[in-house]
């Protein structure tokens, strides 16, 4: 999404981003699933509850075998020349060190779910668990094993594929930090049309 230019040459900032096509349907359907949360509760639950049963019945398996396909992605793309890509022009410098970006990393992306998931998510899968007895010895390392994969390397490399995709394409294409950059290699240009907002919109009902 190209910026309007100043009288300097230099890429003038947007006075808002706020993206009609973009929110106001957005809106539209959350509206719609609070109006019917609040007046149909019983039915709200049926059909939500339907769904994730029939999600989590079909694509376990693949919500498992993608986010360690994320982890080997990354460990590869680290070791491989591309690792040494700059995530901005080529003679960017890093705006802090080393040391300050990732205690921000991680206190913004783990603290408030290790503060309360971290005790909370074992229990939870204790009392019940997906496929063994509540309360039972087995439970118990079901539910660690759930667990550390919920928040351990596999969950980093989902926040990293996302990360890279947006800091990639917003520093060195300068395209907006929204979900339709990740896609500007396949639609090009087309990312600032219907289809690009739709992704917007997409991910953020999601």
């Known amino acids: 999404m190209a910026h309007p230019v100043n009288e300097s040459g230099a890429a003038a900032a947007p006075k808002t981003t706020f993206s009609a096509p973009v ?7 959350l509206g719609a699933l609070l109006v019917l949360c609040g ?7 049926r059909i939500f509850s339907s769904a994730q049963s029939w999600v989590v019945g079909h694509f376990d398996w693949f919500y498992t075998v993608i986010v360690t396909m994320f982890l ?14 700059r995530l901005g ?3 960017a410098k890093p705006e802090f060190s080393f040391l300050s970006w990732t205690a921000m ?3 913004a992306g783990m603290g408030i779910g290790l503060m309360y998931f971290g005790v909370g998510e074992p229990l939870q899968h204790y009392l019940n668990p997906p496929t063994q007895l ?14 550390f994969f919920h928040w351990g390397l596999h969950a980093w490399a989902i926040y990293g594929v996302m990360g890279l995709v947006l ?8 395209l907006p930090l929204t979900m339709r950059s990740g896609l500007y290699p396949l639609l090009q240009q087309r990312i600032n049309g219907p289809i690009g907002h739709g992704v917007d919109t997409f991910a953020l009902v999601g």
């Open 105 to 107: 990393l991680f206190a």
């Open 72 to 85: 080997v992605f990354l460990i590869l793309l680290a070791c491989s020349r591309y690792g040494d890509i």
């Open 89 to 91: 022009p080529d003679d």
């Open 167 to 174: 800091a990639y394409f917003g520093f060195r294409y300068n």
């Open 23 to 29: 929110v106001v349907p957005a809106l539209v359907v």
């Open 134 to 147: 509540a309360g039972t010895p087995e439970a118990a390392r079901e539910a660690l094993t759930s667990t």
């Open 39 to 45: 007046a149909f509760p019983d039915l709200a639950d």
